[in-house]
């Protein structure tokens, strides 16, 4: 998938305009990037287009951070100048699109070192 194609799936899936969506992908992937290991943060770059991949890596950190999904919503929502509601949904569909752009590994090993919260946010409401 290019950079193109996640940045529409995004925009139709939330309903953003495509700039939003392209802003709401950075940032989350951004934030995404300081939960992980150095590693990680390379293993998962290396399967995204480049743009999207350099949202990774300047994210990236010899110090991983620990937050929450909340968290990561929130900060999300504070870089793009969303409503919270509207940066949960954003996030969840970046997740979403990110588990049919990568590999089914990569998607598993990202989702490991993320937590239960994210793998939970990722799970249909019922």
């Known amino acids: 998938m290019n ?3 996640f940045t529409r799936t995004v925009a139709e899936r939330t309903g953003l305009s495509r700039q939003e969506a392209a802003d709401l992908t950075w940032a989350t992937l951004e934030t995404l990037a300081h939960r992980l290991s150095p ?7 290396a399967e995204l287009p ?3 991949a350099d949202a990774v890596r300047r994210g990236g950190t010899d110090h ?4 929450d ?3 990561t919503v929130r900060r999300v929502a504070e870089r793009t100048m969303l409503k919270k509601e509207e940066a949960d949904k954003g996030v969840r569909t970046v997740l979403a699109v990110l588990r ?3 590999s089914e590994k990569e ?3 990202m989702m490991s070192q ?3 919260d994210f793998s939970q946010a990722l799970e249909p409401a019922g």
């Open 69 to 71: 999904y909340h968290d």
């Open 64 to 67: 991983i951070e620990r937050f």
């Open 3 to 5: 950079e193109h194609e």
């Open 39 to 45: 590693g990680e943060a390379r293993d998962l770059s």
């Open 50 to 52: 480049e743009r999207l």
């Open 114 to 116: 993320l937590g239960a």
């Open 100 to 102: 049919e752009a990568v």
């Open 107 to 109: 998607f598993n090993d």
